[in-house]
């Protein structure tokens, strides 16, 4: 699989089978998702250092970003939307995808920090 497959499926960076999460999330039951300490294939420990996924902060923060102008260009330029129901629109889908982008960001921090592993 390719690698952006495997971040969108949130696999291991180590061994491209195991899942990173236990569960998902889901923003309508009010679960985050959680994060496994070590992948259950091949071991790997995903926080690679205490507070290493304080960074996919950055990584969310651009994600809402992408995703807020994206709904922003359709609902207003395409759509022809009010100013105050754009805002409405953006507001909802940036809620909507906060656990979509809490779990992808630390998929792609980790991906990003990955060095592979010589035994
Ligand atoms: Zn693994």
């Not at 949130?10 to 009010?30: A, R, T, V, W």
């Not at 992948?39 to 290493?52: H, P, S, V």
């Not at 994206?70 to 889908?93: E, H």
Request: charged share 20%; net charge positive; glycine share 4%.
């Amino acid at each position: 699989m390719s690698k952006i497959t495997n971040i969108l499926k949130c696999k291991c960076p180590n061994c491209q089978e195991g899942d990173m999460y236990e569960h998902k999330g889901s923003i309508f039951l009010l679960k985050m998702p959680k994060m496994k300490k070590y992948c259950d294939k091949c071991n790997f420990k995903f926080e690679i250092e205490t507070g290493f996924f304080y960074g996919a902060m950055y990584v969310s923060y651009s994600l809402a970003c992408a995703e807020m102008i994206t709904s922003l260009v359709i609902f207003w330029y395409f759509m022809g939307l009010s100013p105050l129901n754009v805002f409405l629109v953006v507001v909802i889908a940036t809620v909507l995808l906060s656990v979509f982008n809490y779990r992808l960001s630390r998929v792609i921090w980790l991906y990003i920090f990955y060095k592979k592993q010589i035994d």
